[in-house]
């Protein structure tokens, strides 16, 4: 509950921390998987980004690539799917999205540092490809300013990452696994916003969104199913986990309400606005890494396009010399160029959410999707009739 005024700091600076880590390059490049594939089994490696682009199946009118690397570690064949390449043309409210909810992070979420047994490998040069741990960088005992080593050790707590593999596989109506389908196995790596401590001392993960709301004149708008998708994914990937929703003002970055809500929540509100049920994208998923774990050895590209509908091409990377004809070739460099940024009157305003009270609704006494009430003293019919009054008097 929030009992004043709160606005978000958008001018803040994004302090990365001072060394690149392996987990924080795309998964293709990240070599804690190697690592990991050793005394592991799984055939495929996704990031997050990539994961909700496919489980968002019902948000087909955008063009989207998604790099994908087939290659061999330890002696297996592992495909990896890298982040989402950036749209080619955002909208202002997917740019503003994405602002604030880094000033969500960085004006709610304070940084602590936690230990553990292990830390992870950096690359203090990210041209270089050898690790040095973290000891072989910093000395620490030399160092007499414990300010900087604190502050040192709290940039490395900045960022955080996990790894963990699911089992995917088609089942019956009775519950039972088919017998004829592959089962995959398939590792996500998930970044985390913050974990909140609980009353028994206990941290729970917690997933920070941010809900724009451009409407707050009449009401809530209602969530789009793609919002809705890409939370469910979030939450059900990230077990235990719980998200805390902050509608704000995109005008002024204005925080309206928190609200804290379940994986049950979600699910439940994407029966009520749209009658979708958000885990049918894990068959989704599951046909198209069917489908990647088959090919060969190779840098492809997932590539769709709105003309495409509910598919999506596989492309594969080739080289081309000067003077060979390029009908039929996707030329990735040249499409993301220039990005364009698409104006706010393009898209249709959102339907009113009439069932969501805001503060303003239980200040003001009204019901939400109503139109401000027009003052029993209104100025401009008092003019009309003063005018109307003092043609009158003329008249006579």
Not at 64 to 83: A, L, N, S
Not at 103 to 112: I, V
Not at 279 to 297: M, P, T
Request: net charge positive.
């Amino acid at each position: 509950m929030i009992k004043s005024k709160c606005f978000l700091n958008i001018n803040f600076s994004d302090e990365d921390t001072m060394f690149t880590l392996n987990s924080k390059l795309p998964v293709s490049q990240d070599r804690n998987i190697s690592k990991l594939a050793q005394h592991n089994a799984f055939q495929l490696v996704i990031s997050s980004s990539a994961l909700k682009r496919l489980m968002d199946c019902d948000n087909w009118n955008y063009d989207w690539d998604i790099p994908v690397i087939i290659k061999t570690e330890r002696g297996k064949k592992i495909v990896f799917v890298d982040k989402t390449l950036p749209q080619k043309a955002p909208t202002v409210r997917q740019l503003n999205e994405k602002l604030y909810k880094n000033g969500l992070k960085a004006n709610f979420c304070y940084f602590k540092m936690l230990s553990f047994e292990h830390i992870e490998e950096i690359i203090p040069d990210p041209t270089s490809h050898e690790t040095k741990e973290l000891s072989d960088v910093i000395n620490f005992d030399e160092r007499d300013d414990k300010e900087e080593i604190s502050n040192i050790k709290m940039n490395l707590s900045r960022h955080n990452v996990s790894y963990r593999i699911w089992s995917f596989k088609p089942k019956l109506k009775d519950n039972l696994p088919k017998r004829d389908e592959l089962e995959l196995r398939i590792l996500i790596r998930c970044k985390l916003d913050a974990c909140e401590k609980l009353e028994n001392n206990t941290l729970q993960p917690v997933v920070v969104a941010p809900k724009l709301e451009y409407q707050l004149g009449y009401g809530a708008e209602e969530p789009t199913k793609s919002e809705l998708s890409n939370l469910w994914t979030s939450l059900f990937f990230r077990p235990y986990s719980n998200l805390h929703r902050v509608r704000l003002n995109p005008a002024n970055g204005e925080v309206i309400l928190t609200e804290a809500c379940s994986l049950q929540t979600v699910n439940l509100e994407a029966m009520h606005f749209h009658k979708n049920k958000p885990s049918l994208g894990l068959h989704v998923v599951y046909r198209i890494c069917q489908e990647l774990v088959q090919q060969e050895i190779g840098a492809y590209i997932l590539h769709h396009t709105p003309k495409e509908g509910a598919f999506v091409s596989l492309l594969k990377a080739v080289e081309i010399n000067k003077g060979e004809p390029r009908i039929g070739v996707y030329d990735l460099h040249t499409e993301y160029k220039v990005i364009n940024c698409e104006p706010v009157h393009k898209h249709p305003w959102r339907p009113i959410d009439p069932n969501f009270i805001l503060p303003i609704h239980t200040a003001f006494k009204r019901m939400p999707g109503m139109f401000i009430p027009r003052d029993k003293k209104d100025p401009v019919k008092a003019k009309r009739k003063k005018k109307s009054k003092s043609l009158r008097n003329k008249k006579r």
